[in-house]
């Protein structure tokens, strides 16, 4: 996925732990996307940012925060993470008039 | 609040063939709807982008087609490949904006040679 890289890849915490997953774009672009994808439910955006330090929320943002202190990275941090935020995390990135740039995703689950 | 509906059941075809997928849509009338493909441990790929004024694209082998009064899509792979099976998305800007893309759950497909 060109010019944009999540890590970890995959993760097991505990339950009430804190969690960052991190999102890293080479290219500049202003609009990257925080989305968690679970089965019949597809993609459903939890943050996204327009800019650095400029962030708002989408559908399934409780107990999510994000920041952006520099335009390459956005980061998601779960606070406390719970059974029910096991899911694979997804960035994006928004690439001029057309479609979004996925990043690998990230497994993470929660025990 | 916006719902997007995809086939949940997977679509099994022949190779050659042409295989056509739907998405409906109720209670927006979105300005874009997007198509994008999913293969297994990947990220979705961007493949078209339609917007409510255009009633067709086309891409190499791909059609996709946007009926504003019936709120479907149809996307149609032809001379399918058993390289294009995987999952597809369609995606539309909900109330939010462009910036707030709804995704449908998906329809899996899956060509036989």
């Known amino acids: 996925d060109a010019g944009i890289t999540q890590s970890p890849r995959h993760k097991v915490t505990e339950t009430g732990t804190p969690v960052t997953l991190r999102c890293h774009q080479t290219e500049n672009h202003r609009y990257m996307y925080w989305y968690r994808q679970d089965p019949g439910h597809g993609l459903r955006l939890i943050h996204y940012s327009y800019g650095v330090k400029d962030t708002d929320k989408g559908e399934v943002s409780d107990g999510y925060s994000v920041s952006r202190s520099k335009t390459e990275d956005f980061l998601l941090t779960l606070e406390s993470a719970t059974s029910s935020q096991t899911s694979v995390y997804f960035c994006a990135i928004r690439v001029g008039e057309d479609g979004y740039t996925f990043g690998s995703g990230t497994r993470l689950t929660v025990v | 609040s916006q719902k997007i509906e995809q086939n949940s059941e997977a679509l099994n075809i022949q190779e050659g063939k042409t295989a056509t997928l739907t998405c409906n849509y109720t209670n927006y009338s979105p300005a874009y709807l997007q198509w994008y493909r999913q293969d297994p441990g990947r990220g979705p790929v961007f493949l078209l982008l339609?917007?409510?004024?255009?009633k067709e694209k086309r891409k190499e082998r791909l059609k996709v087609t946007f009926d504003t009064t019936l709120k479907q899509s149809l996307f149609h792979i032809t001379a399918s490949q058993p390289a294009d099976s995987a999952t597809y998305l369609c995606a539309l800007d909900g109330s939010g904006g462009y910036n707030k893309l709804i995704f449908g759950a998906g329809t899996r497909l899956a060509v036989h040679p």
């Open positions: 339609i917007r409510e004024n255009e």
